[in-house]
């Protein structure tokens, strides 16, 4: 039932807007305000706060579907659920809960704030000082952030900084950072693909935080962010997932339809095995996806199994959208269908929340634990 209210959101409601959104670099209001009001925005989050209550599985078949028809919307609807939302409601004190999480489900957008000019696949090695105040009530916020999602539409910002540079890591907290605090939106960046969804740098130029504010504990920062973004990495699996799935659908057809040498190009023996093969790397990265979203919700350790969804999710978006342009032929390489803008789209599976190398790396790590 979920996947089909959110298949016919994504197809009414998005779906019209997508190239107008994508040419315009930027996301519709309506849009945004049509997935509060649909329940996407709280998708776990509880009841008394103004969400769903429903599963984290529910979540990632959300963001596939989002990603069918636009991935831009599906990363606002994954950043804002499985990093912020979490955050707040697993790290969260009662009265931080009470107070944002309806704010999140009902109307405020978040914003995940981690990476900085020099701290990208190398995390923590941020720069951007927290300081508190003498009698303890506030903390001063200075530095910049870039990469950041939502940020432009955002009104709530987790914000990750260092309360003391000489602890390295364990000096890093996160913060929530309202708006209206002072938060600066600098540049917005002009990007290859998912052009509706905001990235921005965001500077704080002694933005008072007050302590109440500090998430999770001082110096936990570092934990909330390794945790999160492992859970963070299916839902860019999904995304990609979503994204392989939607060229396949709207490319197929078409190659039933476009005749060449008296018959439908689909039907060519060479064309039949590429969609093959196409069709079942798109199932093993759903399997793969699936199968990390399980061992998350039962408890189980799913590190690797994160890893290896988005690695192989963000591999197999690329390379079936890239097909699709091919099967579509010129008409493909047009912006008019919008085939191309899949691939286009594609490639930042492979860059944020983690690199492939990352992964690589992650993967290799309980490779060597378990045979070394």
């Not at 913060?175 to 002072?182: D, N, Q, R, T």
């Not at 002009?190 to 109440?212: M, N, Y």
């Amino acid at each position: 039932m979920l996947r089909e209210s959110v298949r016919r959101f994504a197809t009414d409601v998005v779906g019209p807007k997508v190239r107008e959104m994508d040419e315009n670099e930027m996301m519709d209001p309506a849009v945004i305000q049509g997935l509060f009001e649909q329940g996407l925005m709280g998708i776990e989050t509880s009841a008394d706060h103004g969400g769903a209550e429903s599963s984290f599985t529910s979540a990632i078949i959300a963001i596939e579907e989002l990603a069918k028809v636009d991935p831009s919307v599906s990363v606002l609807c994954d950043v804002h659920n499985t990093l912020v939302n979490t955050v707040v409601r697993k790290y969260g004190s009662k009265e931080q809960k009470d107070k944002w999480l309806p704010l999140l489900s009902e109307t405020q957008l978040g914003s995940f704030c981690l990476s900085e000019s020099a701290s990208g696949s190398d995390a923590f090695a941020l720069q951007t000082r927290a300081v508190p105040s003498a009698d303890g009530s506030h903390y001063t916020l200075n530095g910049s952030k870039m990469w950041i999602t939502n940020s432009w539409e955002a009104e709530f910002f987790l914000v990750f900084a260092s309360v003391d540079l000489a602890k390295g890591y364990k000096g890093i907290t996160c913060f929530i950072v309202p708006k209206e605090l002072g938060v600066q939106v600098a540049k917005k960046e002009e990007k290859l693909g998912i052009r509706a969804s905001s990235t921005c740098t965001l500077s704080f130029d002694d933005v008072k935080v007050p302590a109440e504010n500090v998430l999770g504990g001082v110096g936990k920062g570092y934990k909330i962010a390794i945790e999160i973004l492992n859970e963070g990495r299916i839902g860019i699996a999904a995304q990609m997932l979503g994204l392989a799935q939607g060229a396949f659908d709207k490319v197929i057809p078409y190659t039933f339809e476009r005749k060449q040498f008296g018959q439908p190009i689909g039907t060519f023996q060479g064309m039949q095995h590429q969609m093959a093969k196409a069709a079942i790397d798109i199932e093993a990265a759903r399997l793969l996806t699936y199968n990390a979203a399980r061992r998350k919700e039962e408890g189980l350790d799913f590190t690797k199994e994160a890893a290896m969804a988005k690695y192989y999710a963000s591999q197999v978006a690329m390379s079936v959208s890239g097909s699709a342009i091919e099967w579509a032929g010129g008409v493909g390489f047009t912006r008019e269908t919008g085939i191309e803008k899949y691939w286009r789209d594609s490639k930042i599976g492979a860059i944020y929340e983690g690199t492939s190398n990352i992964q690589l790396q992650t993967i290799a790590k309980f490779i060597q634990k378990q045979y070394s």
